[in-house]
């Protein structure tokens, strides 16, 4: 009897198996709150190693041919040349720098935010080729690449300087004097030379887009691989440092 009322004693039974099946819930729930194993994806994840930081940092400063101007940017040089690297092992950063339309003038005035912004360990410095369609005076232009690389290296960055060769359009006393800086200035500061940017690709319709100054996405892959071997040596000089 319970109040007064008389319970039967199947009910009773009955109430006390379900008390017991609440009780033996609440204690599951417990222990599985409790709990501190992790579950099982949570652990295959915290036993994978850190990904390794880069080496390094290479920092592509120059106009619309390193910018990669009408193609996609992973289709730019940087890009293609940051997945070669990655590709033999090499964990080096690239960034693109490139300002289309920028002549050498303009690139030494922004030299001082990409150092303290970007911090390079290498820099490939492609820059003139803008000085030269506009008829620009030379010597403007060994000055701003001569205050560039003394800029560069005086911080002790792997500098790869990429030559340059301009249109005969221009008559051949303005094409010698505009060739003869880039070795010039490379000679001088001791740096890593390029004697053409453009190697197999200038000229070449089947790589350059209609207005036949700019790479397409195969062009900028030819370009890769010539500037590849002396992007190698620059990670051995950083590395040696």
Known sequence: MKN?????????????????????????????????????????VAA???????????????????AGLGVPEDQAYPAQLARRLQADGRNYQVINAGVSGETSSGALSRIGWILSSLSPDIVILETGANDGLRGLDPDLLKANLDRLVSQLT?????????????????????TRAFSEIYPEIAEKHGVIFIPFFLEGVAGNPQ?????????????????????????VTAIERHKAM
Do not use: W
């Open 4 to 44: 007064g009322i008389t319970v039967p004693a199947s009910h009773l039974r009955y109430g006390s198996r379900l008390r017991a099946v609440f009780v033996l819930l609440l204690v599951g729930l417990m222990v599985s709150g409790c709990s501190q194993e992790p579950p099982a994806e949570k652990a295959v």
């Open 154 to 174: 005086a911080r002790n960055i792997q500098v790869i300087l990429a030559g340059m060769l301009m249109l005969p359009n221009l008559g051949p006393d303005y």
């Open 207 to 231: 790589l350059n887009q209609p207005d036949n100054l700019h790479p397409t996405a195969d062009g900028y892959a030819r370009i890769v691989e010539t500037v590849y071997p002396y992007v």
């Open 48 to 66: 994978q190693p850190p990904a390794p930081a880069y080496e390094g940092t290479i920092v592509a400063v120059g106009d619309s041919l390193t």
